[in-house]
């Protein structure tokens, strides 16, 4: 396609939502040379291991690189003329809430753009949502609740620049590998810096801990709602900040209730020596940075925890200023453009809102489409749920592999056998999803596409093509179009590549737009194709647009996204965490290791990535392991009423007594029964609808 070899084309990481800027270099060879990118913000030329091992990831192994239908080789025209063909004679028999796109955070923000604009203003069903649902719908809902938008306020330079961090639900050294290095830089420039990590496990990142907080399993609104009782009694609010800019603050503290160090112990099983070191160090520190991330979001009280931190913050005027903020840490590479997008279940478009009919009929209007879907759509455990009830008929997974990831993950497999069309577009054959398509789509792979992706601090960088498409792949964005037009929507359709799709996006984002939304970057939306394939990366809000004030920050002054340009304090409660049956005595928690990503359909091509942890595990405290007579290195069982995975004993005090560790990389095709979210409940928060993955009963026996 014209790229010569020995160039260099800058790109980003497919990984994390650090989103670290990449110089990818094809050799004469074929082999491509990967470095990190020394001008791109979110990194100046760090790279993880992850990142820097991308090079050996290219190889052409278990691609998918033609369509099939039946497993049988096809073509474009065969595959795209059945999709469209399944998915009209669904919509027409059974209505459009009967067809659902599960589409992921790996995708970019055109193919995001094109999926959401075809199901919700042309399908007219909201029935789209991706496994970010699994990652951060928590922070996206508890944003909603406090700011009246899904803004994250702060940049990553605050992290660099605050005197404290608290680290809430993150094990920032190996989720964040690059924004923890910048982290542990600063914490050596600056000795007045210190980091405190509120997580159950001692995980890395409590290597650069002054204080680590092993509280209980989701009892992080107990200790939070004791944090603001604190502020308040010690009189470190900010009281001229609540009165302008907040309400609710007395339901708030209200439902926080007194600051009982001692009851705060019991529930949280934390010291009150600690507690109130805690306390007294947040309450003396102006410079105050809140990161969390998904042990925060992945519960079922995810959105409260999320509320429970902004509420701290709020109280203490301490939000968009330099150095100081709440500030949610994304998993995935493209998790925010899904969110500017509107490419969930629960959203519109350009941060627009469902529930709110100027926003659809603003929408439908750009779009000049014969629809707009009015409710919100499945959520992602609900899809599939659904799906296994026989609700949804067609069904189009984009870019994620749930048969491996999603919580109750054999009865999404059994979801798939039900469901009477399914297509999977996807780059990999190594994703067990992909053995329940009837129809199987060739997607384009990291190196071969093209488009933006948004990291966790608003900054929307390009994702460059420096790889010819192999075989018959084609970008996502380009099937769902295609499709489309085939569904008979000919006229909307029409892209000659993502620079358009990007153009249409931007404009969007200034529809009725008069500063009553965070999201604009219609300062945007005539880049020519060459401006567009030069972007050099930036950050919202993008000066000339409705929302700018010159600042990288949000809600400094206030000007919050609510009728009143007042932020709400949400009043939330600590509830009991759930149980335990004598039967199911340890909690489940799941999570990432340093050097694989998802479900290792690409970072298992490389040994350098298992070189650091070979096979899957379960990190035991010795306690449970000698009540259970298991020894380091044994095979044992993991086991809840939903499934059951095999890993090996890892016997350590850095697991906290009666929780258990098993890591969510590994799938049946690499790890006979390593597959830990068969084992995961299915149970959700009842605001954002994400998965408490980090909280599911369960026995543990030798093998
Ligand atoms: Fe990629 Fe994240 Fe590592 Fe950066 S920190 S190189 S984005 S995995």
Known sequence: TGISKEKTVKTTCPYC???????????????????????????????????????????????????????KRSDWDGALTLVAEKFSAA????????????????????????????????????????????????????HRRAFGSDTVAGAYEDLETCDLLVLVGSNLAWCHPVLFQRVEAAKANNPNMRVVVVDPRETATC????????????????????????????EALDRTYIEAHTNGFEDAIQAAGACEINRISGETGLTPHDLATFYTMVARTEKTVTLYSQGV??????????????????????????????????????????REVGGLANMLAAHMAIENPDHRALVQSFWQSPTIASKQGLKAVDLFNATRNGKIKALWIMATNPVDSLPDADGVAEALEICPFVVVSDVT??????????????????????????????????????????????????????????????????????????????????????????FDISALKDISPAA???????????????????????????????????????????????????????????????????????????????????????????????????????LVEVKSPHGSAVVRAQITGRAQKGS????????????????????????????????????????????
């Open 17 to 71: 939502g650090v989103g670290c800027g990449v110089l990818a270099t094809v050799r004469e060879d074929g082999s491509v040379g990967i470095a990190g990118d020394p001008d791109h913000p979110a990194n100046y030329g760090r790279l993880c291991s992850k990142g820097s091992a991308l090079g050996e990831t290219l190889s052409l192994e278990d691609r998918l690189l033609y369509p099939e239908i039946g497993g």
């Open 91 to 142: 919509i027409r028999e059974h209505g459009p809430d009967s067809v659902a796109f599960y589409v992921s955070g790996q995708i970019l923000t055109e193919d995001y753009y094109v999926a959401n604009k075809l199901m919700k203003g042309f399908i007219g069903s909201a029935n789209i949502d991706t496994n970010s649902r699994l990652c951060m719908a928590s922070s996206v809902a508890g």
């Open 207 to 234: 290597a650069i801990a002054d204080l680590h907080l092993a509280l209980k399993p989701d009892t992080d609104v107990a200790l939070f709602n004791g944090l603001l009782g604190f502020l308040s009694e010690t």
């Open 297 to 338: 979001n992945q519960s079922v009280v995810g959105t409260d925890k999320v509320n429970a931190i902004i509420n701290t913050h709020l109280a203490t005027g301490r939000i968009g200023k330099p150095g100081m903020g709440p500030f949610s840490a994304t998993g995935q590479p493209n998790a925010m453009g899904g």
């Open 429 to 518: 054959r190594a994703a067990d999803t992909v053995a329940y398509a009837d129809v199987l789509l060739p997607a384009a792979a990291w190196g071969e596409k093209d488009g933006t992706v948004t990291n966790s601090e608003r900054r929307i960088s390009r994702q460059k093509k420096f790889l010819d498409l192999p075989g018959d792949t084609r970008p996502d964005w380009w099937q769902l179009a295609d499709v489309a037009r085939r569904m008979g929507f000919e006229d909307a359709f029409h892209y000659d590549g993502p620079a358009a799709i990007f153009r249409e996006h931007a404009a969007l984002s200034n529809a009725g737009n008069n500063g009553s939304r965070d």
């Open 532 to 634: 567009f394939d030069d972007l050099e990366p930036i950050q919202w809000p993008q000066p000339g647009t409705s929302v700018s004030n010159g600042e990288t920050r949000f809600f400094a002054k206030g000007g919050f996204f609510r009728s009143d340009g007042k932020a709400n304090f949400i009043a939330v409660s600590h509830k009991e965490p759930r149980k335990r049956e004598r039967r199911y005595p340890l909690v489940l928690n799941t999570g990432r290791v340093r050097d694989h990503w998802h479900t290792m359909t690409r970072t298992g091509k490389t040994p350098r990535s298992s070189s650091h942890i070979a096979e899957p595990y379960a990190e035991l405290h010795p306690d449970d392991a000698r009540e259970a007579g298991i020894a380091a290195a044994d």
């Open 660 to 703: 258990v560790f098993v890591p969510m990389h590994w799938t049946d095709q690499v790890s006979s029964k390593g597959r830990i979210d068969a084992v995961v409940a299915p149970e959700t928060d009842p605001v954002s609808g994400q998965p408490g993955s980090k909280f599911t009963p369960v026995a543990i026996r030798k093998l």
